[in-house]
Each structure stands twice: as structure tokens, then as C-alpha cells.
């Protein structure tokens, strides 16, 4: 069995002022700016993402473009390949996605559909594993892919594990923006759907990520009976009623995995 040990992501951890390293944490900052909705930034508009004065936010910038993390075409920096060395390195060396993994593959050949397994991370979750049929959405999903916590299944799921007040600083640091005229967009709203995720165990979003695009999603929980991931299926067109058609799988997954992680 596997010993996973987790932290939560609002978790604040206190450290000597010695051994925090500003100049690190700010470039950490700038390189979050880079996003799929703003690939290519300039130094004022990191200045203004990050709250940095400009001058520091062109250095940590000219520095990234040294070392071959960024490009800039004089105006315009983006990131390049090499910083996905970053990223995925950190995804191949969680024990979680390998073990998923088959479980997903076998899911996704039983059901016919394609099944993910995420992480939240603050106000997004974080695909770590994935077992793709079809391609459901415009955007191309694949580990490392984030999406709104608040408006996707695994999401509501991930959310459901935490305490309403956690919960709430959550949603109040998201943003709600609708994705879709059938987006939840008042945080009580969102609240109260969330509360009926954790009493039944299972999250059903219908066409709020994105159109034509519906999931169901059931929490990973470890022998402990802690939410260590939130697993799903998701899918286009098909049955309309997900729970009916495959809840009983990913529940048979979520009961595989609770044997394996400890």
C-alpha cells in the first residue's frame, strides 16, 4: 500500500524570515502570470498581475528569458517549452497519477468515455491523470490542465471535502464569471450545491464548464477515509442520466482505490 501525505493548499506554512528567499518568490509569481487566456505578457502587465514595481518584474522577467524559460520579442514575453520541465517534472514524481492510471484506462474501456482524476489547488483543480476517448471540450485536457473549481464536478467534489469556511474564502477568491448562460454564479448558490455534493457523494455538473459538455464525479478517498483526489467521467452527448449510467463504475474505482491508499 501507498502512504500519501497531503497538504491542504490554503495551508500557510510559517517560516524564519532567514530562510524565505524573496527574490525566488517573486519569480515564482510572475511565472504564474502565464496563463491560456494571457500567453503573452509585457513588463507592465506583470507589474500590474503581480503587484510588483516595474523594475523588479523586468528583471525576473529578463531573467527567465536568459535561462530559457521565456521569449521576448522586445515588447512581448511568453514562456517557452523548457518550463514545462518544471511542471511535469513535479507531476512524474507524485506516486498518485502512476497508480490511477490503470484504473482510468479501465474505466474509460468499460464505460466508453473519458475519465480524469484531479487536485485542487487554491481556486483550480489540477489534471494529474487522464484516460482520454473523445475530445469533449475546445481546450485539449491532458495532466497538467486546470479548470475553475467551482463550476466543474471534480471540483464541487474537491470543495465538498473542506469546511463551509474554507469553502467560502475559496469561492470568494474565485472568479465566477459565467462560463455558460447554465453557470452558477452567487456563491451561496454554488455553496448550497456543494452541500448537496458532500451529503450524496457525488457531483453531476450539466453544461456549466462548458456547452454540450456534462460530467459526473465521485471523491478518491484513502483508507482513512480522506479525499485525497476526485475522480470522473465526462462526456458530450449521451445517456442524460449520468448517475444511473456511471455512478456504479467510478464507484467500483473509488472502492479499488481506497484499497491501495493509505
Not at 497538467?144 to 467534489?157: I, Q
Not at 456547452?211 to 478517498?221: D, E, F, K, N, Q
Not at 475522480?231 to 445517456?239: E, F, Q, S, T, V
Not at 456504479?248 to 479499488?256: E, S
Request: charged content about 20%; hydrophobic content about 45%.
Amino acid at each position: 500500500m501507498l502512504t500519501f501525505v497531503r497538504m491542504s493548499p490554503w495551508c500557510v506554512r510559517m517560516v524564519n524570515r532567514t530562510d524565505y528567499i524573496a527574490s525566488l518568490a517573486k519569480g515564482l509569481r510572475v511565472i504564474e502570470c502565464f496563463r491560456a487566456e494571457t500567453p503573452r505578457l509585457s513588463i507592465t502587465d506583470v507589474a500590474a498581475m503581480t503587484g510588483l514595481d516595474r523594475a523588479t518584474a523586468r528583471r525576473c522577467l529578463l531573467t527567465l528569458a536568459e535561462l530559457g524559460y521565456a521569449d521576448y520579442d522586445g515588447k512581448f514575453f511568453s514562456l517557452t517549452p523548457r518550463v514545462l520541465r518544471l511542471g511535469m517534472g513535479a507531476l512524474a514524481a507524485l506516486p498518485l497519477p502512476q497508480v490511477v492510471q490503470p484504473w482510468l484506462d479501465r474505466l474509460s474501456a468499460g464505460t466508453g468515455q473519458s475519465s480524469s482524476v484531479s487536485l485542487l489547488d487554491e481556486t483550480e483543480i489540477v489534471y494529474i491523470a487522464r484516460a482520454a476517448t473523445t475530445r469533449i471540450m475546445s481546450i485539449g485536457l491532458m495532466p497538467g490542465s486546470r479548470l475553475p473549481a467551482h463550476c466543474t464536478s471534480m471540483g464541487r467534489v474537491l470543495l465538498a471535502s473542506l469546511p463551509e469556511t474554507q469553502v467560502r474564502e475559496i469561492l470568494d477568491a474565485s472568479d465566477l464569471t459565467p462560463r455558460t448562460p447554465h453557470s452558477l454564479t452567487d456563491p451561496d448558490e454554488i455553496l448550497a450545491e456543494i452541500g448537496r455534493v458532500r451529503d450524496q457523494g457525488f457531483a453531476v455538473i450539466a453544461q456549466e464548464v462548458e456547452l454540450g459538455v456534462r460530467s459526473i464525479a465521485v471523491p478518491v478517498v484513502d483508507s482513512r477515509g480522506l479525499t485525497a483526489a476526485a475522480l470522473n467521467i465526462g462526456l458530450g452527448l449521451g445517456p442524460e442520466d449520468l448517475q444511473a449510467t456511471y455512478l456504479p463504475a467510478l464507484l467500483d474505482v473509488q472502492a479499488g482505490l481506497r484499497r491501495v491508499l493509505r
